[in-house]
């Protein structure tokens, strides 16, 4: 049974490795966007 206990909790710390990677993706890409649309305004603006 101990056995099983840790090939579980290591799916589990691959998984959410995983989703951390994704979600940190995300986000890095939302603010990359979001810098995009400020350096773009301040451009029309000039």
Do not use: C
């Amino acid at each position: 049974m101990a056995g099983i206990k840790s090939i579980g909790g290591f799916f589990m710390f691959i998984i959410g490795g995983i989703i951390a990677i994704i979600v940190g993706s995300f986000m890095i890409r939302g603010t990359m966007h979001l810098w995009d649309k400020s350096d773009s305004d301040e451009k029309k603006e000039k």
